[in-house]
């Protein structure tokens, strides 16, 4: 079952079932995009009818923020919980790892997904990384090429979004991998180039105010995000 949060429908899901779900994808013959939406990616596909769309055909769609859960209760659709992007791809690997699929790794700064790679298969031992690119390309053409030769059955995709799922959404057909994962910047977290919170922030929802600590730049993103909390209140109130 979806749950509509101001305009993007979520699977309501735990991360076992997420997982769950995700493997099953691997089984049939026909390109699948998984998207974690945060308030930020809610926002965008407010504006943005594209990407909107691209979110509504995706295959699974999970909260990863804490705010879109707190929205869905708002709206007295309430979600079974956060389920992190991050997460999702680690349990992810471990189960890929027993059963010999195939990873790719799109994204980030030159370099940095061969040193996740690097780390994801010292951390999951049998994982299979087959190939990897920078998210700074100019064509795709080479890329597409790059993941079709790899014979990838997962490609974890982090150019940010909305990029990251139009892209999928563009050329995961021809890229020929099975499941396509948007991830923002997991890749540089995998490659210890960026901290997650500690677990307490994380278990209590404010992994974005360590966040915001560590980078005070956000704060611009951020403060957006209140707002969101007032649409849904505005939303519930129209009774959408
Ligand atoms: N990125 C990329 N290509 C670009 C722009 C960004 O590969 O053209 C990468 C960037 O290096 C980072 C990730 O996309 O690793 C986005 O990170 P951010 O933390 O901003 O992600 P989000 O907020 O989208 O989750």
Same mark, same amino acid.
């Given at each position: 079952?979806?749950?509509?949060?101001?305009?993007?429908?979520?699977?309501?899901?735990?991360?076992?079932?997420?997982?769950?779900?995700?493997?099953?994808?691997?089984?049939?013959? &026909?390109?699948? $995009?998984?998207?974690?939406?945060?308030?930020?990616?809610?926002?965008?596909? @407010? &504006?943005?009818?594209?990407?909107?769309?691209?979110?509504?055909?995706?295959?699974?769609?999970?909260?990863?923020?804490?705010?879109?859960?707190?929205?869905?209760?708002?709206?007295? &659709?309430?979600?079974?919980?956060?389920?992190?992007?991050?997460?999702?791809?680690? +349990?992810?690997?471990?189960?890929?790892? &027993?059963?010999? =699929?195939?990873?790719?790794?799109?994204?980030?700064?030159? @370099?940095?997904?061969?040193?996740?790679?690097?780390?994801?298969?010292?951390?999951?031992?049998?994982?299979?990384?087959?190939?990897?690119?920078? !998210?700074? #390309?100019?064509?795709?053409?080479?890329?597409?090429?790059?993941?079709?030769?790899?014979?990838?059955?997962?490609? #974890?995709?982090?150019? !940010?979004?909305?990029?990251?799922?139009?892209?999928? +959404?563009?050329?995961?057909?021809?890229?020929?991998?099975? $499941?396509?994962?948007?991830?923002?910047?997991? $890749?540089?977290?995998?490659?210890? %180039?960026?901290?997650?919170?500690?677990?307490?922030?994380?278990? $209590?929802?404010?992994?974005?105010?360590?966040?915001?600590? %560590?980078?005070?730049?956000?704060?611009?993103?951020?403060? =957006?995000?209140?707002?969101?909390?007032?649409?849904?209140?505005?939303? %519930?109130?129209?009774?959408?």
């Amino acid at each position: 079952m979806r749950v509509d949060v101001l305009g993007v429908s979520f699977d309501n899901v735990t991360m076992d079932e997420a997982v769950d779900k995700a493997m099953a994808f691997l089984e049939e013959d &026909r390109p699948h $995009l998984a998207a974690t939406p945060n308030p930020e990616i809610v926002q965008r596909a @407010g &504006r943005d009818p594209e990407y909107a769309e691209v979110l509504r055909q995706a295959d699974l769609v999970i909260p990863d923020g804490i705010g879109v859960v707190y929205a869905a209760r708002i709206l007295g &659709r309430p979600l079974k919980g956060r389920v992190p992007g991050i997460d999702l791809a680690s +349990a992810l690997m471990e189960r890929m790892a &027993r059963t010999g =699929k195939r990873l790719f790794l799109l994204g980030a700064k030159p @370099g940095v997904a061969e040193q996740a790679a690097v780390k994801l298969q010292a951390e999951h031992p049998g994982l299979v990384v087959c190939g990897s690119h920078d !998210g700074y #390309f100019q064509e795709d053409g080479p890329v597409v090429e790059a993941i079709r030769t790899a014979r990838a059955d997962v490609v #974890f995709v982090c150019l !940010g979004f909305p990029r990251q799922e139009k892209w999928a +959404a563009a050329h995961g057909q021809a890229a020929g991998a099975r $499941l396509y994962i948007g991830l923002g910047g997991a $890749l540089d977290v995998f490659a210890g %180039k960026v901290e997650r919170a500690p677990e307490q922030f994380q278990r $209590l929802g404010l992994e974005w105010l360590y966040r915001l600590m %560590k980078e005070p730049s956000r704060i611009g993103r951020m403060a =957006k995000l209140p707002l969101f909390l007032v649409s849904a209140v505005g939303a %519930k109130a129209r009774g959408k």
